[in-house]
């Protein structure tokens, strides 16, 4: 009994803190950053998918945001989907998007974030689809896979990749 406390404490030490600790010692050693090859050398079109609901104040920001992450503008679809942007009493949301360069503004009813966003999925044309919270759909390659809100586009398409 003891010596599985002690094995299930070694485990979550090195999940916790030896892992990370062992890839910056690669990184320090020069090993190279894995970039999966892309099919005739194209990145996938990638569509980012942003739910606003009632964020008139921040949105002009995240769509900025979003648009400034390091992928080529060209192969970057960005959906904002207003969850009760088709509702009377609607905030600013969706004009201020379309106003900062969402290139796809969707004003829904009010259906809560998880809709918002399954029906901005349905609309994506990109290759890879990529929401920037962490929830169960993160990234929708039609199977559900999660990414930590730090994951840039280039490691959205790097998990979805490994992922197929």
């Known amino acids: ?11 979550l030490a090195w999940a ?15 090993a190279p950053e894995f970039s999966p090859p892309s099919p005739n050398g194209v990145r996938p ?25 390091d992928w080529p503008r060209d192969r970057l679809e960005l959906i904002v989907a207003v969850d009760g942007g088709g509702e009377p009493g609607a905030d600013f949301t969706a004009q201020r998007a379309r106003a900062a360069g969402a290139d796809v503004v969707l004003e829904l009813p009010r259906m809560g974030k998880y809709r ?9 044309s990109g290759d890879l689809s990529r929401s920037p919270t962490p929830m169960p759909c993160g990234i929708a390659t039609r199977s559900p896979i999660s990414l ?16 197929s």
């Open 1 to 11: 009994m003891r010596a599985l406390f002690w094995i299930s404490a070694a485990l």
């Open 148 to 163: 930590p809100r730090s994951a840039t586009r280039r490691s959205a398409t790097r998990a979805a990749r490994s992922a």
């Open 16 to 30: 916790q803190v030896g892992y990370g600790l062992f890839l910056a010692a690669l990184r320090r050693l020069g």
């Open 116 to 124: 918002a966003q399954d029906t901005a999925v349905g609309q994506a």
């Open 45 to 69: 079109r990638v569509s980012l998918i942003v739910a606003a609901y009632r964020e008139e104040s921040v949105i002009a920001e995240k769509v900025a945001n979003a648009l400034a992450l």
